[in-house]
């Protein structure tokens, strides 16, 4: 796996911009898959996560309420998550390297494509973030018994994977789960191929100014909503995260000239 280099602040929180992070996912795509960058198609983000990344993968009820969809381990340590038969927190060793994921999205086939996203946006932690939790294997022991708010982990809530909305960046864990989001959308659709296959579209449309405006024609509108569907099946993600995708390239805008906002699914 090759080595991404960034800028980063003191405390090791990259600064990224959007166009930065996808020239990271090219960088990494190009070294696992170079096809990927030329041919769309839907990323392996399994077979990426375990044999490119070399990480391990593995399912659990991670709260009472699904509220965290994923983790990524940095460190081997102890992790609470929800004992469902006896209806409370346990703690379970976990190895440094291991992405977890909330069942809710193995066990609900309407969340597979979450599910995938969810994937991309551990891997995305463990290539940006893992410099942050780095450690001298010789000053530590095995599961060393840290508090769980200085946890070597980062814990993904619902809000933060596929955000929909303009969410405040303040803090440092605001920017790398903006970071994380970003670089899972680049790598599960890389924009090159991405951009080519909406500049086809646009052109079949009658749409030449490399953008369109939601509002400005009811048909148009309609052939935009569709396309994001169709985008969708090619790259195996959610119909949000093609929106998001959208979006965040600038590709679809409302008629002021704003980021467009439709409905929202999965």
């Known amino acids: 796996m090759i080595q991404v280099d960034f800028k980063t602040k003191k405390n090791g929180v990259p600064i990224l911009s959007k166009d930065e992070i996808d020239n990271i996912a090219e960088a990494v795509l190009r070294d696992y898959k170079p096809k ?16 490119y990344a070399a990480l391990e993968m593995d399912f659990k009820d991670l709260t009472h309420d699904r509220s965290i969809l994923g983790m990524t381990v940095f460190n081997n340590c102890y992790i609470p998550v929800y004992d469902q038969e006896n209806d409370q927190k346990k703690e379970i060793p976990v190895d440094e390297g291991t ?24 891997v ?72 080519k296959l909406v500049e086809s579209e646009f052109k079949s449309a009658g749409i030449n100014d490399g953008y369109y405006q939601i509002g400005t024609d009811f048909e148009k509108d309609l052939r935009a909503d569709v396309l994001s569907y169709k985008l969708a099946d090619i790259f195996c993600v959610s119909v949000t995260a093609v929106k998001i995708r959208l979006k965040n390239l600038s590709f679809i805008r409302d008629h002021q000239d704003r980021y467009y906002s439709f409905e929202f699914s999965f």
Request: glycine share 4%.
């Open 99 to 122: 992405i977890l994921i909330d069942n809710s999205l193995l066990e609900d086939s309407r969340l597979i494509r979450r599910g995938r996203f969810t994937l991309g946006h551990e």
């Open 124 to 195: 995305a932690h463990w290539l940006l973030h893992r410099q942050i939790y780095a450690v001298n294997r010789n000053q530590i022991s095995l599961f060393d018994d840290l508090k769980e708010e200085k946890q070597p982990v980062i814990k993904c809530r619902t809000t933060d994977i596929e955000c929909t909305g303009k969410k405040r960046l303040v803090t440092d864990d605001d920017w790398m789960e903006w970071q994380a989001d970003n670089m899972a959308s680049a790598l599960l659709m890389p924009k090159k191929v991405f951009a």
């Open 36 to 51: 990927l960058l030329d041919n769309p198609g839907a990323l392996d983000v399994e077979h990426f996560l375990e044999y």
